[in-house]
């Protein structure tokens, strides 16, 4: 009978630590699952926020290089469009819109031709850029416009990213465009913003 005895309470004391230890361990996943759960809301909100202050940034950026290129045009001579050698010259004096915009500056016609290139590329003057996304955006829009990435003429065929501006004359006819680009692979903010990482392992 004695022994009877000690094995139901032994029993009922194994039932009862069991469900202590099963209750400790429920307790605990709860509570891991909700600091978890907490941590990557924590962290998801800490991308966004991170997120969003970097598109800020970049919007600013390219918002402030529309406006150089909107400057740089406003400065051109409307003959440079029917003088290729006046319109290269007058490319290559803008040395503060080219170390900003390192995949070069064009001249384009009204015509969707290429009138002068800042980088002096063999074979690009009179070449068509109709197809091109920035020159149909700015001929939809008659407004600047900043394309979507492209792949460059340019040697090499690396992607770019352009903002073109219409050129209008006395009338206030649009008579050509003025584009520059950005390398996405150079040094330049763009490349700084891919090469960004979260974490060790980005």
Avoid: C
């Amino acid at each position: 009978m004695r022994i009877t005895e000690l094995s139901l309470k032994s029993r009922v004391a194994l039932a009862v630590a069991a469900l202590f230890v099963a209750s400790i361990g429920v307790q605990t996943w709860l509570t891991l699952r909700y600091f978890t759960q907490e941590y990557r809301q924590v962290i998801n909100d800490r991308l966004f926020e991170q997120a969003t202050m970097m598109a800020a940034d970049l919007d600013q950026k390219l918002q402030t290089y529309r406006g150089m290129v909107i400057a740089t045009a406003g400065q051109l001579p409307l003959q440079a469009l029917d003088d290729p050698e006046l319109a290269q010259r007058f490319l290559d004096q803008q040395a503060a819109l080219k170390a900003v915009l390192d995949n070069g500056l064009l001249l384009v016609s009204e015509q969707g031709r290429i009138i002068a290139d800042s980088r002096g590329v063999p074979g690009l003057r009179g070449r068509d850029v109709r197809q091109l996304d920035i020159f149909q955006g700015v001929s939809a829009t008659r407004a600047p416009y900043i394309s979507r990435p492209f792949t460059s003429l340019r040697e090499g065929r690396l992607h770019a990213l352009s903002i073109g501006v219409p050129i209008f004359d006395a009338q206030g006819l649009m008579v050509g465009r003025l584009h520059g680009s950005l390398d996405l692979h150079g040094k330049n903010f763009l490349s700084e913003l891919s090469a960004y990482t979260v974490g060790r392992t980005g």
